[in-house]
Each structure stands twice: as structure tokens, then as C-alpha cells.
């Protein structure tokens, strides 16, 4: 039996404004490091002690997988696939301005998730890098996988694995420091577990 626990990152300050971070190199906030510090010691009561821990190389996620790297004493290896999902032109800029200067884009990007602006990393693309990522690190890992990346392209990558369709929400975005477990069966077909589960909020965010 393989598991894989997917983690989202903790909180940053693009987070609590609504901005869409992506690419971009965005750090934890003060709360998203206490975030961390919680989630670490609850998520170790739950992996094997021979855990694999595989993380996105933007620090928000990187930073998040070391604090429970410090708990289990293993060390986190970074894996670019596991990277958030690339937004292109709308990085950084408020709900707002989106909706001001792209608002068709916006309309489709509700409708099914893949406006036609620059930059923007369509879902089949990041389902594709993501679930390579996890079947490479599930056959390697002895006992439990557990990846830190982002909420976009960790609900993606989910549904990847399990086969959804990616035109609809079938899974809504983990919260900062959740975490969602899947589950390969003898059949080697994966399970959704657990979605969007973790210790206590601080702040509502978590």
C-alpha cells in the first residue's frame, strides 16, 4: 500500500491580499511559519518514520516540508514539477485589475479554468509535470510520500492521479498547511483518503 500526502504550503502575505502568486518567489508570513510549526508535529504522528519528502523549490512550500523535516530528521528534496501553476501577466495584481483589464479572460477562467492569457500554464500541463512527480517519488519512497507544493497545482495534480475531469472544481484547493491523502490500492488504482485536513487555523487561514 502506497500513500501519498499532499501539503499546501503555509500562509504569505499574497495570500491574505488575494493575489495569485504562481512563479513568483513569495516567502512566509510570520502566521505562515506558525502554521508550519503546528503542521509539523501533527503530520508526523501520521507518515511512516521512512516518510520520502519531496518539495517545490518556491521557499513557501520548501520552508513549510523543512519543518517537518526537522520533526522526523529527514531531509526535504526539491522536485521543479511540484512547482505552483505559472499565472502569467496576472502574478501579483489585485482581483480587481483582472477583472478590469482581462474580463473575458476572467469569465473563462471561471467557466473552466484556462483563460487564453500570457503565460498561463493550462491544466493539463500542470497535471502532466505533477503526476510524473508523484509516481516517480511513490515507487522510490519505502514507506510514505509526502509532497509540499501549492493549491492550484495540487488540486490538479490530485485530480490528475485520480482520473477526474479537469473542465470542473471536482476538488476544491487545499487550505495553507492542509493536506489531502491518496491512497494506491493492490488494483493500482489510487483512492482519495483524506482532502483538506490539518490541525487547527491560525488567523482562519489553515
Known amino acids: 500500500m502506497t500513500r501519498i500526502f499532499v501539503v499546501r504550503h503555509g500562509e504569505t502575505e499574497w495570500n491574505v491580499k488575494g493575489l495569485l502568486q504562481g512563479s513568483s518567489e513569495v516567502p512566509l508570513s510570520h502566521v505562515g511559519r506558525a502554521q508550519a510549526a503546528r503542521m509539523a508535529p501533527a503530520l508526523a504522528n501520521l507518515v511512516s518514520p521512512n516518510a520520502v519528502l519531496v518539495s517545490s523549490p518556491l521557499s513557501r512550500a520548501h520552508d513549510t516540508g523543512l519543518a517537518l523535516g526537522e520533526v522526523l530528521g529527514l531531509p526535504v528534496v526539491v522536485d521543479e514539477r511540484l512547482r505552483e501553476r505559472a499565472y502569467g501577466v496576472w502574478e501579483g495584481i489585485t482581483p480587481e485589475a483582472r477583472l478590469a483589464d482581462w474580463p473575458q479572460e476572467v469569465a473563462e477562467w471561471h467557466a473552466h479554468g484556462n483563460p487564453h492569457i500570457e ?17 516517480e517519488w511513490a515507487a522510490r519512497a519505502p514507506g510514505d510520500l509526502v509532497v509540499f507544493s501549492h493549491g492550484s497545482s ?37 483512492t482519495l483518503q483524506r482532502h483538506n485536513v490539518g490541525v487547527d487555523p491560525l488567523r482562519g487561514a489553515a
Open 154 to 190: 495540487a488540486r490538479i495534480g490530485i485530480m490528475g492521479l485520480l482520473g477526474l475531469s479537469l473542465e470542473h472544481r471536482t476538488l476544491g484547493n487545499l487550505g495553507n498547511t492542509r493536506w489531502s491523502v491518496v491512497e494506491r490500492g493492490v488494483s493500482g488504482g489510487w
Open 119 to 135: 503565460g498561463f500554464e493550462v491544466h493539463d500541463v500542470v497535471a502532466a509535470r505533477m503526476v510524473a512527480a508523484f509516481h
